[in-house]
């Protein structure tokens, strides 16, 4: 800002002030989360220096910010996700069982990673083809498994050579740990995917996005997801919408005639 709304006391900066900053920066072309990043870092000062008592009202409260474009979420496409368990890619011992299991459940079931990490063997009901997942705030949600999955899962179990109540454990027999299953989890996606982001996460993007794809409901894949609101799941009908028109222009029917 410039000199004019220079002042020696913190109480007399005013919301005006830091409207016209924002126009500025919207006049030189500053993308909308740089705006946001810089006005956010001065809500953080003021937060600090109101419980100084240095400041006793925020300016910035009635300053309006350039609205964020949504950013679509990575997805991984089904065919690299076929190619990556027809492959047979995985090791034939415990380690590759359990790092099969571990990412057909992630992709199949739309778990987070958190919750596959606290996922137990008794989470896994067989009976039901289901598995038990507790998600944020404790909340229980059934989510189908495929007989593959639950196949792949009871070799693994009778497989390594470490007891555990915890479904799944690392190299060592401890409970898994989040850096571990992201570096399993990027290294099998690099053999068939070359998308930039490889996380874990992704895989749950990839489930949602792939199951509306193929026509599924948006209050179903919420349910699966455990989302406590719609507006949480419909990103991925942008990812849905954006993957149509990529297939539209691809059609051999979306042809101009000529004249």
């Known amino acids: ?11 007399e900066i005013e919301a005006e002030w830091l409207r016209s900053y924002v126009v500025e920066m919207m006049r030189k072309a500053k993308a909308p989360r740089t705006i946001h990043r ?26 309006s910010l350039p609205k964020l474009s949504k950013r679509l979420p990575n997805v991984v496409p089904e065919h690299a996700m076929s190619e990556l368990f027809e492959e047979n890619v995985f ?6 069982r359990r790092d099969r299991s571990v990412i057909a459940l992630m ?12 996922l137990e063997v008794t989470d896994v009901v067989r ?9 944020k705030g404790n909340k229980e949600r059934r989510v189908p ?7 792949s899962i009871e070799e693994h179990l009778e497989r390594r050579p470490f007891k555990s109540r915890f479904l799944f454990i690392s190299d060592a027999g401890r409970s898994l740990y989040p850096s ?38 948006l209050t179903a894949v919420k349910d699966l997801l455990g989302h406590a609101s719609l507006s949480s799941t419909e990103i991925y009908t942008h990812q849905s919408l954006a993957r149509l ?12 005639p000529t004249e």
């Open 1 to 11: 800002m410039t000199d004019q709304y220079d002042c020696d006391d913190l109480s």
């Open 38 to 63: 810089k006005i956010s870092a001065y809500r953080t000062f003021v937060r600090f220096a109101k419980r100084k008592g240095w400041m006793s009202a925020d300016p910035t409260e009635s300053v």
């Open 91 to 96: 090791p034939n011992d415990w380690k590759g």
């Open 107 to 118: 992709y199949e079931t739309g778990v987070r990673m958190s919750e596959l990490i606290a």
């Open 127 to 135: 009976d039901k083809s289901e598995l038990r997942v507790y998600g």
């Open 145 to 151: 498994l495929m007989k593959e999955t639950i196949e």
């Open 180 to 217: 571990f299953v992201y570096r399993r989890v990027h290294h099998y996606l690099s053999l068939v995917s070359s998308i930039q982001k490889k996380s874990p996460h992704v895989l749950r993007h990839s489930f949602a996005t792939h199951l509306l794809n193929r026509g599924a409901e």
């Open 245 to 256: 028109k990529e297939l539209h222009q691809d059609s051999p029917l979306n042809v101009r």
